[in-house]
């Protein structure tokens, strides 16, 4: 066994594979619940990792909007839809439309991996620098650095708001 | 430390290992939980009887002996006695379930119960309890709670829903509503709190608490004898009560129970679960209720402090006084909620939906304003004057007092909108006529469209 594989490491690999699977799983599933909750459970694996790292801030901010929040809301309006047996869902074969969407599957694979993998080629350890992600620091590079993209985020989101009730409204 | 010195036995094989230190806290918290629920269940059905003047459960663990003499224990052993019960009834599945989510959802009922404690220390930072507790003494100990409490939503929603049954549906639908809404009045209720202590963490919350009253020394005169407990400053007070509601509405108890509302939706989302897959539901939110008063406990009202003198401090480091005092405070929170239980009834859906996002939420979002102002004037100033915190407080009721106002005005709000008035005269009068009040007759009853 090479000298770099040790507690961490495993687990790492471990939470990565679950990662991996439940990404499949959430299209590989035809149940639309099955795959929001493969979904969900995608999402919290990536929480734990964020744990192992010990960038805890990140991992439960993951938790608290992605799994807590939005993921709710997805099962909420799936449940309410009722989308019925997948079957229901099922499209006709389409042959042309399958070889396309594999092909540009494989190049979005392709050009999100030439960015993502080549970093990662020669790493074996499995760590963040010290206090990486700590609430402290966040907050200060959040209300210093970075304030016009935060506050402009939060416009955004406040635009988003306003339009959608304004949308919902309309009609009474 | 003495105690320390017994611990060296311990520590070559189980307490030098981290692994082994964490498998020790996780035991010592979860363990005791584990014990707890049955005699919960106990207090809670003995405290409604006598609240409702009934006599409840008593019978059960009560021995006769030849003599004819009876020893009776207050049915003690009620609660183990309905949980055999449960282990050994029928456990039915029904034929048109999501077999795999139906399975899958009781745990994911009981997980965030017992992991939002994760975080709570039962006792100081120092001696052997350092070594106990907490579990994870992690910075971010304040969010922790937060999003594991968040992930309390999955089991009853997907038990509503891979039930397939109408009424189970509805009760997982109205769940993920409700408990959405109050999260966010909740997170803004800790979120000031955090910006009144500047940590997230809760040992230095506990620390915070245990500094003198509102950060004042000398009051009128004389040493401050007070702890900074956050329940008695204002603006703590305010989190303190928006957290309580919050809480409620989170652990589906009631007046917030409309998710397993029985006489609208049987049973709501757990209608279709029998045996000890009902019984891990039942489980879940003793268990979730416990500790959620351990987070109130922690955060407002000084943990494991005794009282809120500061004399009384070295008392509140023995390793042997502070669990039972964290302990003595979770049954306190407890014990309010079966008093809510027996006291309020339940909410309509609007009435829920009205007090968490246009009451709540508002006076979260105030008070952490305040809170802001109340920060950056102490900090300014150096040295708090007694009268700022008796200001503020004034501030903080003048603010909750408008809040109430609001409240009370909502219902007559909907009476004002309605189309029209009509009046209904009673046949044989008003019943209430009868006892001691004299009510008019004639009741105005608002028509809607």
């Known amino acids: 066994m090479p000298e770099w594989v040790d507690g961490k490491t495993i687990l790492f690999a471990m939470l990565a594979g679950l990662a991996g699977a439940t990404a499949i799983g959430v299209v590989a599933f035809g149940n639309a619940v099955r795959s929001a909750l493969c979904l969900v459970l995608n999402f919290f694996t990536l929480a734990l990792l964020y744990f192992t790292l010990d960038a805890e801030m990140l991992g439960v901010t993951q938790v608290i909007v992605y799994t807590g929040a939005i993921m709710v809301l997805f099962l909420f309006v799936i449940m309410l839809l009722n989308l019925g047996s997948p079957a229901a869902l099922e499209e006709r074969p389409d042959y042309i439309k399958k070889a396309l969407g594999f092909m540009f599957g494989g190049a979005l694979f392709g050009v999100v991996a030439s960015q993502v993998v080549r970093p990662f080629i020669e790493t074996k350890q499995v760590f963040a620098p010290d206090n990486y992600g700590a609430p402290q620091g966040m907050g200060k590079a959040l209300f210093t650095t970075y304030v016009w993209p935060f506050e402009m985020a939060s416009i955004l989101l406040v635009i988003g708001i306003v339009g959608s009730i304004l949308l919902a409204k309309r009609r009474v | ?449």
């Open chain 2, 1 to 449: 430390m003495r105690h320390m010195d017994r611990l060296k036995y311990f520590e070559p094989w189980l307490i030098a290992h981290p692994a082994g230190a964490a498998l020790i806290r996780v035991l010592f918290f979860v363990v005791p939980i584990l014990l707890i629920v049955p005699m919960l269940i106990w207090w809670e059905r003995r405290l409604l009887s006598w609240m409702q003047d009934r006599i409840g459960p008593n019978r059960v663990a009560t021995i006769t002996f030849k003599s004819g003499k009876k020893l009776r224990m207050f049915g003690l052993l009620q609660a183990i006695m309905d949980g055999i019960k449960l282990a050994f009834k029928e456990d039915i599945t029904p034929t048109a379930v999501d077999r795999l989510i139906y399975f899958l959802a009781p745990g994911l009922a009981l997980f965030p119960a017992f992991a939002i404690g994760a975080t709570l220390p039962w006792g100081p930072q120092e001696g052997i309890c350092r070594l106990l507790t907490p579990v994870a003494n992690v910075e971010i100990g304040v969010l922790f709670v937060m999003a594991i409490s968040s992930l309390g939503v999955y089991g009853i929603v997907l038990a509503g829903y891979a039930s397939n049954n109408k009424y189970s549906l509805m009760g997982g639908l109205r769940s993920s509503a409700q408990l959405i809404s109050y999260e966010l009045a909740m997170g803004m209720a800790l979120a000031s709190v955090v910006l009144a202590t500047g940590s997230l963490k809760m040992t230095e919350m506990l620390e915070f608490q245990a500094e003198p009253l509102w950060g004042v020394q000398k009051f009128f005169g004389i040493d401050n004898p007070i702890q900074n407990w956050l329940v008695f400053t204002p603006f703590g007070f305010i989190a303190a009560v928006i957290f309580a509601i919050c809480v409620v509405a989170e652990t589906n108890r009631t007046p917030f129970d409309l998710p397993e509302a029985e006489n609208e939706l049987i049973a709501g989302y757990h209608t279709e679960y029998s045996s000890m897959k009902f019984a891990v539901f039942f489980m879940g939110e003793y268990a979730a209720m416990f500790v959620f008063s351990g987070v109130f406990a922690t955060i407002f009202l000084g943990g494991y402090n005794i009282a809120p003198i500061r004399a009384l401090e070295p008392f509140s480091g023995l390793p042997y006084i502070a669990p039972m005092v964290f302990l003595g405070k979770c049954a306190f929170g407890i014990t309010v909620f079966i008093w809510m239980r027996a006291t309020l009834p339940r909410l309509r859906y609007d009435q829920l939906m009205s007090l968490g996002w246009r009451s709540l939420l508002p006076l979260a979002v105030a008070n952490f304003i305040g809170v802001g102002i109340w920060v950056i004037g102490t900090n300014q100033g150096g040295q708090v004057d007694p009268w700022a915190g008796l200001g503020a407080w004034f501030i903080a009721f003048a603010i909750f007092f408008g809040l109430y106002m609001a409240i009370k005005q909502t219902g007559k709000e909907r009476l004002g909108t309605a189309l029209d008035k009509r009046t209904i005269e009673l046949v044989s009068g008003n019943p209430a006529n009868a006892i001691a009040f004299a009510k008019p007759d004639k009741v105005e009853v608002a028509v809607e469209a």
